[in-house]
């Protein structure tokens, strides 16, 4: 009996097939496993070999063939809405090979089998909590089944050697659930921390995270110690860890939300189509790019358009294959049931791959991908008459920050500043507020914080309330006296003239001066008393603005896609590159319009086109490589001719970088000597008693003038106005399709972005640098139904930021009314 046993149970084993064994999931640093110690930078792919296309396909424009005007694909109207698609979840056995046997029963949550899965938390590269106070909140998207793995939560940090731990916190809270409260101490290097998160506390879809600091100096009580301290959270530390088997698993259309970020931040769509001609396809590899960056809905979204092979999925990665069934069935272990029938929308496993998901886009032709790509539209295609009430992004930011088309109040917990209590020296909050996009009122206007507040007694004078918008000071309020004080609706006036169209991200911080601090006796800068609080009932008011398009002008671009989010018909795209370079070009493109459909909160219509002439009287868009774009656009928007032949033939000095900025500003301030002086001492004296510039003293708008690209720079975004004048060109542009790809991966994430103004940006690889130019010429252009109203406040922004005219219209009327009391005078008045 006891040699048998032994025979029957080699018996057994050898009766298994090898190739029925699942291949185990790769957790090996190079692919994002639990062990992996610090980030990987992957290697950007090698072009893939193209082949002859399958079938025949016409010429597209763009790409050096014989042009012909694409037209987007048709989008369904609700009179003709066709029947759902049909997604299909990711089967059981989908990993398995042919002939092996099917796979067991998928084991439960409670004892999962295989490496555990992680999902990254910071949609950003870095996040630093400084100061005595300081909160960051976004969201993070999970599957159904995600939510109910029971994760666990692991943060990783590091703090200034000067934050004191005994007094300082660092806490970490899910959906208003505290699972991390940790005294800060970690100035040697990244501390790791983990807490289980509660079974139930998660839920499928979006979920709150939040991260906030308590922090105090270890020995120094001023003002200036408290920008010494800081929590550092490292991206690569921070994640969720989900139990093994397949939770990192998509299978609904609603879980692209759950692709996630890799440890920089960025979200990358593969888009893999067959082997063969690319330009037919642009059209729609576009489309279905804004559909995957609006359900995804992530801050830093690349697209990568190949051919061929399919790339390993790492983290923040997702891959979609998007072609007719036939073509496209060797890269997926199987396809949905119905993808050879209709089009189709389903989540399959790779065949390379079998350990990752991928989207299938797919149908039996080229017009049922093109089909499925647009019902995949056409449920997040807001109609024109519906308006936003607020701009969304909780993927890097929560709440949601209000929309402002007129006038109008809110409250601050409803912008996410609760009441709260501060016993420190500097408080500081931030919220977030939209603007319209044809915003008009940078030159007047004051928008009103009214403020529901206290403060002790200990406070004393010199203390005060400093107001930023979007970074730059708007208003000192001064405050302090011997016995304290509770405001009730205190009114804190700042000028409009940081505003800008779209978010706006408004500070309030608080200096507070005691004598306490001046002692600063050991242990008094610990957490004490509270010295000051701010409610929640205080209110942000925005007086009414006016409304009409300033035009060229980048930043309604930044801010909502403006004027192309309001584009009732297909916008003119043109794409110029050469042959060989299509794929790193409509690559740039879809990364571009991913961006845009996000900004503008609706997919926007596009039509390739081949000539610019069509365009003539429409906003358009051109992406493309400098030396391929059609003769006259680059001069149209602004930008110098000759750069579609000289730029970036001549390699940038790196010594030389930015030099003549460096002259000019050196010249500018003490370059200026003899007749010359007296002007710049009147020119310096305008600027620090009326913040009046130079640009300001001028009867009407400055002149177009001629840009011409920097050697250094590698990526070039222009607008001007259309040829027949009442439209918009933009054009993004660079030397090569590889600095158009790069740059515009570059720009559109969430810190580039914001980078967007002027009539002219252009970007640096190099430095990193963005850089607004000048603009010229602006025109204004009627946006809003006519009405005197609005008309006056249009005339009281242009007028003050005209005052030489303002000044000339006020003596003009000054002289008519003194020619019409003479005259009058003379008729009823006394004669001697």
């Not at 097939?17 to 291949?23: G, H, K, S, T």
């Not at 950007?44 to 424009?61: L, W, Y």
């Not at 790809?741 to 580039?752: C, P, V």
């Amino acid at each position: 009996m006891r040699q048998i046993l032994p025979l029957a149970c080699l018996l057994l084993m050898s009766a298994t097939p090898l190739q029925a064994q699942p291949a185990p999931f790769d957790m090996s640093p190079e692919n994002g496993g639990a062990n992996r110690p610090a980030p990987v930078v992957r290697s950007a792919p090698k072009a893939r070999e193209q082949t002859a296309p399958n079938e025949p396909s016409p010429a597209a424009p763009g790409f050096g063939s014989a042009p012909a005007a694409g037209v987007a694909p048709p989008r369904p109207t609700p009179s003709t809405a066709p029947t759902p698609i049909p997604t299909t979840p990711v089967p059981a056995d989908a990993g398995r090979t042919a002939g092996s046997p099917p796979a067991a029963d998928p084991p439960s949550v409670e004892t999962p089998k295989g490496p555990a899965f992680r999902r990254y938390l910071l949609p950003m590269d870095d996040l630093t909590l400084s100061g005595e106070t300081a909160t960051r909140t976004w969201s993070v998207f999970l599957t159904a089944e995600q939510a109910a793995a029971g994760p666990t939560l692991h943060v990783g940090y590091q703090s200034a050697i000067f934050v004191a731990p005994e007094t300082s916190r660092l806490t970490v809270s899910i959906n208003e659930t505290q699972i991390l409260d940790e005294a800060v101490s970690s100035p040697g290097g990244v501390k790791e921390l983990a807490g289980k998160v509660p079974v139930g506390l998660l839920r499928a879809g979006f979920n709150v995270i939040s991260f906030a600091v308590s922090l105090r100096h270890r020995t120094d009580c001023t003002i200036a110690s408290t920008y010494d301290i800081w929590a550092d959270i490292d991206p690569a530390r921070s994640f969720l860890e989900f139990p093994g088997g397949d939770t990192g698993d998509l299978r609904r259309i609603d879980d692209l939300g759950a692709v996630g970020v890799d440890v920089a931040g960025q979200t990358t769509f593969n888009l893999i189509v067959p082997p063969g001609d690319l330009a037919p396809l642009a059209g729609p590899m576009l489309r279905l790019s804004q559909g995957l960056a609006m359900l995804a809905n992530m801050p830093n979204q690349d697209m990568v358009l190949s051919q061929g092979a399919v790339p390993e999925p790492a983290d923040g990665e997702l891959t979609v294959l998007a072609g007719p069934a036939a073509e496209i069935r060797a890269l997926a272990v199987s396809l949905p049931p119905l993808a050879g029938e209709q089009p189709t929308l389903g989540f399959v496993k790779l065949r390379q791959h079998p350990g990752s998901t991928a989207l299938v886009v797919t149908g039996p032709a080229w017009k049922d991908v093109e089909a499925a790509i647009e019902r995949l539209l056409s449920p997040i295609d807001r109609p024109l008459a519906v308006h936003r009430s607020d701009l969304s992004s909780p993927s890097w930011r929560m709440p949601d920050a209000p929309l402002f088309l007129s006038g109008g109040t809110v409250s601050f917990a409803d912008l996410g500043v609760p009441t709260q209590e501060f016993s420190g020296r500097r408080f500081r909050t931030e919220f977030a507020v939209g603007i319209a996009a044809d915003f008009y009122a940078q030159a007047y206007g004051k928008a009103t914080i009214l403020l529901d507040g206290a403060y002790t007694g200990q406070v004393l004078p010199g203390s005060h309330f400093d107001i930023y918008v979007n970074g730059d000071v708007a208003t000192t309020l001064p405050i302090g006296s011997s016995g304290g004080a509770v405001l009730r609706d205190y009114p804190v006036q700042f000028t409009m003239r940081h505003f800008k169209p779209g978010i706006n991200q408004i500070a309030i911080e608080t200096i507070l001066l005691t004598a306490d601090d001046t002692t600063c006796l050991p242990g008094s800068n610990a957490a004490g008393p509270s010295r000051f609080a701010i409610f929640g009932t205080s209110q942000l008011s925005i007086p009414d603005f006016a409304r009409i398009s300033s035009r060229p002008n980048l930043v309604p671009m930044q801010g909502v896609a403006y004027p192309y989010n309001r584009a009732a018909e297909p916008i003119p795209l043109m794409l110029a590159a050469g042959g060989a370079d299509g794929a790193e070009v409509i690559s740039a493109a879809g990364t571009l319009l991913a961006k845009m459909s996000v900004a503008a909160g609706r997919p926007i219509p596009f039509e390739i086109q081949s000539s610019a002439a069509t365009a003539a009287a429409k906003d358009a868009l051109f992406v493309g490589i400098a030396q391929a774009m059609p003769p006259g656009v680059l001069a149209q928007v602004g930008v110098s001719e000759a750069s579609r032949t000289n730029w970036g033939l001549a390699a940038a000095d790196p010594g030389a970088g930015g030099s003549g900025e460096i002259i000019a500003k050196w010249q500018e301030e003490y370059g200026e000597g003899g007749w010359r002086r007296p002007l710049a001492m009147l020119r310096n004296w305008l600027k620090d008693s009326f913040d009046i510039s130079p640009a300001e003293i001028r009867l009407a708008p400055s002149s177009s003038v001629e840009f011409v690209p920097g050697a250094e720079a590698t990526l070039l975004v222009a607008q001007g106005d259309s040829p027949e004048g009442d439209k918009v060109w933009t054009a993004f542009n660079a030397p090569t399709a590889a600095e158009l790809s790069s740059g515009i991966k570059a720009l559109t994430r969430n810190d580039g972005w914001s980078q967007l103004g002027n009539s002219v940006t252009t970007y640096a690889s190099g430095t990193g640098l963005f850089t607004q130019a000048p603009g010229g010429a602006v025109s204004l252009v009627q946006s809003q139904p006519f009405s005197i109203a609005n008309m006056r406040l249009v005339a009281a922004n242009w007028l003050s930021e005209n005052v030489l005219s303002y000044a000339g219209l006020l003596g003009i009327m000054a002289v008519l009314l003194g020619l019409a009391s003479t005259a009058f005078a003379s008729v009823l008045g006394r004669r001697k």
